[in-house]
């Protein structure tokens, strides 16, 4: 019999094809509407593999409902979403999709950096409102980005990427990172920083690092007021890392100038979120990702995370290897 599998969104046709010419599949086919989860916790009792999006929670106590369950892959880069812990404990297989989406994303945080250092939105929401009566001078004035001092919290492989983007705006260059990367250093021009004295270093800071029970609020009250009161906040990781509350204090009070983000501690935002009533807050709906090209690669990379579990293979990108070794 074919190993059963259920997909908790509709995917990229590719990636639908690998799985079901090996699987015996089943897929919700909603693009816009999660998963149930009443129908996820009936799902999973008697599938031998979860396909599954950052949407989703797999909690403990779904994976106790998992009758043969062998393999969660994580249609993302990050499985916060996972309880990863309780999945090793089971011997159950946790994948996700690193590599495909790096330089897609750096474009992105570039991008909102750029919108939001130039008030790009708001200034195209004037010209739809019919505001726009004259030129003057000092009109949606924003702040420049050439020449200007980035600094970077996290240089995995997305910061590396957009610090390659910053150079060709003569940015100087700051980064924090659990351990300092020699190589990058030299190969990028890049000047190593603890984090209090990149916040005050900086005029531009992105956060690029993973969301952890260590970086959870990472960037809360006392940070924020160590940034310039002309520093940009961009967010493109993992919400959380940002206490909200926090941000949005330090943004309404002038304590920082702005804020980029693509990602929020609760995800859709709520339309009435305080953050979405400030002017000088550029918010996307987490599209890090969002090309055709990398959404499709992402798709399919689960797809063969998914397979190569259930073919009794160690996936090319495992999570936790200590289940890999209960299973062997």
Same mark, same amino acid.
């Given at each position: ?27 919700? *086919? ?42 969660? @892959? ?164 993992? $919400? ?19 804020? $980029?983000?693509?990602?929020?501690? *609760? *995800? ?22 969002? @090309? ?37």
């Amino acid at each position: 019999m074919k190993p059963k599998v259920f997909i908790t969104r509709k995917i990229p046709s590719s990636a639908w094809e690998q799985i079901r010419q090996a699987c015996d599949v089943e897929m919700w *086919e909603q693009e816009d509407t999660p998963v149930p989860r009443e129908i996820l916790e009936e799902k999973i009792v008697d599938v031998d593999g979860l396909y599954c999006l950052l949407t989703e929670t797999i909690d403990e106590e779904l994976l106790r409902r998992a009758k043969r369950l062998k393999v969660v @892959s994580n249609m993302a880069v990050g499985y916060n979403n996972i309880d990863v812990a309780a999945a090793s404990k089971r011997g159950i297989l946790v994948t996700n999709t690193p590599g495909v989406l790096t330089e897609t994303t750096a474009d992105l945080t570039f991008a909102l950096l750029l919108a939001t250092a130039r008030r790009i939105v708001e200034a195209a929401d004037y010209v739809r409102e019919g505001r726009w009566k004259t030129w003057s001078p000092m009109l949606l004035t924003g702040q420049d980005v050439y020449g200007a001092t980035l600094g970077i919290v996290g240089l995995g492989r997305i910061g590396e990427a957009l610090a390659k983007r910053a150079k060709g705006f003569a940015m100087r260059i700051l980064y924090y990172n659990r351990s300092r990367k020699p190589q990058a250093e030299e190969e990028l021009g890049l000047e190593y920083r603890d984090l209090h004295t990149l916040l005050q270093e900086a005029d531009f800071v992105c956060i690029l690092t993973p969301y952890t029970a260590e970086t959870k609020d990472l960037i809360g009250a006392r940070e924020l007021s160590l940034m310039k009161k002309t520093a940009v906040l961009i967010n493109s990781a993992r $919400g959380g890392i940002v206490n909200e509350q926090a941000l949005y204090e330090a943004l309404q009070n002038g304590t920082i100038w702005a804020a $980029g983000l693509d990602v929020f501690a *609760e *995800e859709p935002i709520a339309p009435d979120h305080p953050l979405l009533r400030l002017p000088n807050v550029v918010a996307l709906p987490h599209i890090g990702s969002a @090309s055709i090209r990398t959404r499709t690669k992402m798709a399919e990379l689960a797809a063969q995370n998914l397979l190569q579990a259930l073919n009794g293979e160690r996936p090319a990108h495992l999570v936790n290897p200590e289940a890999w070794d209960r299973q062997a």
